[in-house]
């Protein structure tokens, strides 16, 4: 996939079912830490059904400022061999473009004993902490020293340990789980994350020599290896692309077969998009979604899984405006995403921001195109599909801003009957 360097954004022009099949990508949360992981190891790795977005590109980047070479950038097959890593400081270039960055560190002390990372981007980098990375890898082991962006070393390698996290962070989940795999022995880490995601690198691990047990459970057991053993995956589908293919289709009165996630791994998204009317049943791996007389919830709350995933909240955030009565949307797990969805007010939706976290939404309200600002990933899609929900021409920028979760969005959009263009932002 050809990555623009000018940025544009998507002209749209709304009131237009969503209409046919779409099948979704490699889950892009689980592609980064697999691409983190490939570091463990002196052999090649092979990561099949890997999304092509932008995040995954930016990650690639990151390995190769290490010493590491990357080929299938751009396509659903990426291959990767860090036979040696040439470099402890990786480019701080597209380290500043993704938060996921922060996987990098557990792998490169792995191999070289130091790390230095220069400070992550991706959404509201400013806000989410990575505490509980840094807690993790100081009880396995590693030692933090001055500098500028974070600087640790680990001279001796990692060692087994018993870890509690203070929360169960995804991405801190998984920082714990590869410098566990390095630490020969056995560790366990307690009040873990649960995600799909996490799963699929528990089994990439497994693939390459590493013992754990518990793995989709709060605890986890990890035999860690002195050698990890190059390995190949096949990434689960994105639930969360999912989701949000079946938002649009259901706030544009679409019918929209949806193919490539796991069933199971739709069911705490369907459970909700059905309290909000939405008829979405899954069905011999796919999901249809068919149109549906939209009505509010008393509320959605977003919870660490297998809860409803806040990279959701604000897509069914734009679909509770389309629905008839109040539904109060509560995401206690960051603070930023709902203020994005503030520009909703501007096209004609009824809602009321109660503080950081929870905002209400009073519809159904018809929504008048605008020009709107992609602030995030997730937000941004969300706009996106307020705006194929509107009547009149809207305009979404950055259009890259949502590229980093969502593949040749354009391009499938106009595939199922939206009328979008991609023009260079003025």
Avoid at 156 to 176: C, K, N
Avoid at 183 to 203: F, Q, Y
Wanted: charged share 20%; net charge neutral.
């Amino acid at each position: 996939m050809m990555q623009r360097s000018d940025p544009t954004r998507l002209r749209i022009e709304g009131g237009h079912p969503i209409e046919g099949v779409v099948t979704v990508e490699g889950n892009k949360n689980a592609a980064l830490p697999l691409l983190a992981a490939c570091l463990l190891t002196e052999e090649p790795c092979r990561l099949e059904n890997m999304p092509r977005i932008r995040d995954v590109a930016a990650m690639a980047a990151a390995l190769e400022s290490l010493g590491a070479e990357v080929e299938g950038v751009g396509t659903t097959g990426i291959t990767v061999r860090a036979g040696r890593l040439t470099a402890d400081r990786p480019d701080p270039g597209p380290v500043g473009a993704l938060r996921g960055s922060v996987l990098l560190t557990a792998p490169v002390l792995a191999r070289r004993g130091r790390v230095e990372l220069p400070a992550t981007g991706g959404d509201f980098p400013g806000r989410r902490s990575v505490s509980v990375h840094l807690a993790a890898l100081r009880g396995l082991g590693a030692r933090e020293l001055p500098g500028r962006g974070t600087v640790l070393e680990a001279p001796d390698g990692f060692r087994p340990a018993s870890l509690y996290l203070l929360e169960a962070s995804v991405t801190g989940t998984e920082t714990a789980l590869l410098a566990a795999a390095a630490a020969p022995g056995v560790s366990e880490i307690r009040h873990a994350a649960c995600e799909p995601h996490v799963v699929d690198l528990c089994r990439f691990l497994e693939r390459m020599g590493v013992g754990i047990e518990g793995a989709g459970t709060p605890t986890l057991r990890v035999t860690g290896v002195r050698r990890r053993a190059g390995a190949r995956w096949r990434l689960g589908g994105d639930f969360v692309e999912a989701g949000s293919w079946a938002v649009i289709a259901a706030i544009t009165g679409g019918t929209l077969e949806i193919r490539g996630a796991a069933e199971r791994d739709l069911e705490p998204v369907v459970a909700v998009l059905s309290r909000l009317g939405v008829r979405a049943v899954p069905a011999d791996g796919n999901l249809l979604v068919e149109p549906a007389r939209l009505r509010a919830t008393s509320r959605i709350t977003t919870a660490p899984w297998p809860g409803f995933p806040s990279d959701l909240v604000s897509l069914v955030t734009v679909l509770a405006a389309a629905a008839e009565g109040a539904t109060l949307i509560h995401d206690w797990m960051y603070e930023l995403r709902l203020f994005a969805l503030e520009q909703l007010r501007g096209m004609g939706a009824e809602l009321f921001l109660c503080d950081p976290h929870r905002i209400l939404v009073n519809g159904p309200a018809p929504l008048r195109a605008g020009d709107l600002d992609a602030r995030d990933i997730r937000s941004g899609m969300a706009l996106i599909a307020a705006a194929l929900a509107a009547e009149g021409e809207s305009t979404v920028a950055p259009l890259e801003v949502v590229e980093r979760g969502y593949a040749a969005l354009a391009h499938r959009l106009s595939g199922l009957g939206a009328t979008v263009t991609v023009e260079a932002q003025p």
